[in-house]
């Protein structure tokens, strides 16, 4: 990068501050951000209903559980984004695209974890209610769901918080909400209003990271999600009403197919997308391993490791679209943007845990290292590091597997690969195209999330990534 | 710096943790080149005693001299200065399971080494540092076993490798904190007869502590007793090395 491409980078950076903190401004944000709450909370509920019925459905071993187990697996394969896409293209661009996206999602997020809850249930009540000679449907309603009811509750609420985050991420593909607001902004080269919505962003998922601590803590808090749904439903009402016109978008796209010029350019596009991926996770590899040392508390001060965890907390609550948004207005379109995006993001996630991980290694041979009169990065050379090489390998691990998904779903904003020629496709109408590549997508997700699934449990590696 | 005969001297030396005193004014002075051993029941204040001296615990009150040097007034550079001098054996697991054995016996060298030449030496040793390594091991009797990794390592060797590391230190003193506690009786006696002779050899004076009388008056020259955070009883053992020659080599298989 030459000095002068450095110094326009820096220019258009400057123009993001100060944000526009005007009260009038303020104001006109407010209303995306209650389509943001309202929409997550339309989806999380539809979400849970769908997904306690398959749950029992398939605890139950009523007719075609497997194919509905295996249908709940594979939708969660999906990149939510692109199911925000999806959406858009068929009910139109608002929240009511968002809300049907979150739901769809996270009916099989939720669907597949609540067979799986119902399916470790102890068996000896169930048993006994059996021979009773109670039906299937009967025994599943009252001996699986009084049994599992705590755990419904927890993992509803740990899915609410997840809806939450998301929300306000499909709303750069035009589902609405406080994402679509962030989108405009950046179109209309409005940065300072962009950044009062970054920050309106962070501050949201600060209140929602404090919501779900009190929802675990009282898990009957859920259903506060029932009035905020209700306002969603009302809100959206209209627009889901226009079915015919979706139905046919829908037919539209079918069959998937693509030309044969777009078919010449896929390898190009895969290839773009897994270097977003593996480049994302490398840099963020190189960023998490010194800011996530320096974090460790057992190996700086806390006038050191205090500042530098409030920036990985910084870094990592700006989701990678967001990052990718003001990338691509900094740097351009391409793969680069995607990749710092993802870096950026990763060095957050990825210095927290590897901090993590430094912080719980055994204390008896750092303890004979510093003995040795060691200075402190020899002591992490000589100890820190070889320590915790195997948590910090399955931490990398969890993040490529991540970034996967993330690579697909910032090449929409722009970044490259398979999500930007998705979502150009989108924009040209070219819908039978825009299919085919969102199978694509699928395909690969999957692939890869049971790759990695069976090289853990191959490795023994079985640590979960919250 | 030459600071009389005594190589450690404390005086009424107090350590606390919180409420909890557990060593409640120590004092003692140990020559140049002396080999102690200190007894005592668990919980009597022996580790805290040897992890005072290399400052790893603070004193409440108290002196600790270790060659006129007052560990309570270092800090930062002085401190690792200081520690660098300090051999430490333990009981078992102080080396890093995921380095190769020369890294583990040349993490001896880092109190002496700048940051850049202890990383560089991590992924690229250089000949002579190798050489220092194996020659550390000659020493004790593990030259075969200079890039094995640590992870295979049997008991008895762990505790050579350990003493290895103390060895490239060049110390003025050596800590060994029940440096026997896991191994078999009859490798614990290998085992402290190397580390006697060895310190011997090169008239370095050791502390060890020990749960065993008989190991303590076979091997060392003067045996302090502690309980509840006191010195209650001296006195002195044999320490005939030469006369001991029980193990003539190393055992195999044990």
Redesign the interface.
């Known amino acids: 990068m030459g000095r002068r491409h450095l110094n326009s980078v820096f220019t258009l950076l400057r123009q993001f501050f100060p944000p526009d903190l005007s009260a009038h401004y303020l104001k006109a944000a407010l209303t995306p951000l209650e389509q943001t709450v309202a929409m997550a909370a339309g989806g999380i509920l539809i979400a849970i209903v769908i997904g306690l019925i398959t749950g029992i459905w398939v605890a139950a071993g009523l007719p075609g559980h497997r194919a509905i187990y295996a249908a709940l697996a594979s939708v969660r394969s999906i990149p939510d984004l692109t199911l925000g896409i999806l959406c858009v293209v068929v009910v139109g661009i608002g929240p009511a695209a968002g809300m049907l996206a979150l739901a769809i999602f996270y009916s099989a997020a939720v669907g597949k974890i609540f067979s799986d809850l119902f399916r470790s249930a102890d068996r000896e009540p169930i048993r006994s209610l059996q021979a009773t000679g109670a039906s299937r449907l009967s025994v599943a309603l009252f001996g699986l769901l009084p049994l599992r009811s705590k755990d419904i509750l927890s993992y509803g609420s740990y899915e609410f918080e997840s809806a939450v985050r998301c929300s306000v991420i499909v709303g750069a593909v035009g589902g609405g909400g406080i994402g679509t607001e962030l989108v405009g902004t950046i179109n209309a080269l409005d940065f300072r209003r962009a950044t009062t919505i970054i920050l309106l962003l962070i501050a949201l998922i600060a209140v929602i990271d404090t919501c779900a601590r009190w929802i675990k803590q009282r898990p009957a808090l859920l259903f506060a999600v029932f009035p905020l749904a209700a306002v969603a439903f009302w809100q959206d009402r209209p627009s889901m009403l226009a079915f015919s016109h979706s139905i046919s978008t829908f037919a539209g796209m079918l069959p998937p197919a693509l030309p044969h010029e777009a078919l010449v350019k896929l390898p190009k596009l895969l290839l773009e997308t897994a270097e977003i991926a593996v480049g994302g996770t490398f840099f963020a590899m190189l960023g998490g391993l010194p800011l996530g040392l320096a974090a460790a508390r057992t190996f700086t001060p806390p006038w050191i490791s205090l500042p530098v965890r409030r920036v990985l907390e910084a870094l990592r609550a700006i989701p990678e679209i967001v990052w990718g948004l003001v990338l691509v207005s900094v740097i351009g379109t391409g793969p680069e943007a995607g990749i710092i995006a993802l870096a950026l993001h990763g060095t957050g996630s990825l210095g927290r845990l590897y901090a993590e991980s430094f912080e719980n290694i055994?204390k008896?041979?750092v303890?004979?290292?510093?003995?040795?009169?060691?200075?402190?990065?020899?002591?992490a050379?000589?100890?820190y590091l070889?320590?915790a090489?195997a948590p910090l390998a399955v931490h990398t691990l969890f993040r490529l597997e991540w970034n996967v998904r993330a690579a697909t779903i910032v090449g929409v904003i722009g970044a490259g690969g398979i999500g930007q020629a998705l979502y150009n496709a989108q924009q040209l109408f070219f819908y039978r195209q825009m299919a085919a590549y969102i199978a694509i997508t699928w395909v690969i997700v999957a692939t890869v999330d049971y790759a990695s699934s069976r090289f853990r449990s191959d490795m023994g590696l079985m640590e979960r990534y919250a | 710096m030459p600071a009389g005969d005594y190589s450690l001297e404390i005086s009424d030396l107090v350590v606390r943790y919180g409420q909890n005193t557990v060593l409640n004014g120590l004092s003692c002075a140990i020559r140049r080149g002396e080999r102690v051993a200190i007894l005592g029941a668990s919980g009597a204040g022996k580790t805290s005693f040897l992890r005072a001296i290399n400052g790893f615990v603070p004193a409440a009150s108290g002196k600790i001299l270790v060659d006129g040097i007052d560990v309570s007034k270092t800090r930062g550079r002085a401190l690792r200065e200081f520690r660098s001098r300090i051999g430490v054996i333990s009981q078992r697991h102080d080396l890093v399971d995921n380095l190769r054995v020369h890294q583990n016996v040349m993490a001896g060298a880092l109190g002496r080494w700048s940051s850049w030449r202890a990383l560089r030496f991590l992924i690229w040793p250089l000949p002579e540092e190798l050489e220092a390594a194996r020659s550390a091991l000659r020493r004790v009797g593990l030259e075969h076993k200079l890039r094995a990794r640590t992870s295979s390592l049997s008991g008895g060797e762990h505790q050579r490798v350990a003493i290895a590391r103390a060895l490239v230190q060049d110390p003025v003193l050596m800590l060994a904190d029940e440096p026997v506690a896991s191994l078999d009786p009859a490798l614990s006696q290998q085992t402290l007869e190397l580390l006697c002779r060895l310190a011997e050899e090169s008239g370095v004076t050791l502390l060890c502590t020990l749960h065993q009388p008989h190991l303590a008056e076979h091997y060392f020259e003067r045996i302090i007793e502690m309980r509840g955070g006191e010195i209650v009883r001296e006195r002195t053992g044999a320490g005939r090395l030469d006369a001991l020659e029980i193990f003539p080599a190393w055992g195999e298989g044990i």
């Not at chain 1, 303890?367 to 002591?379: E, F, H, M, N």
């Open positions: 055994r008896d041979p303890r004979s290292i510093v003995a040795t009169g060691a200075r402190p990065l020899a002591v050379g000589f100890a070889p320590l090489v």
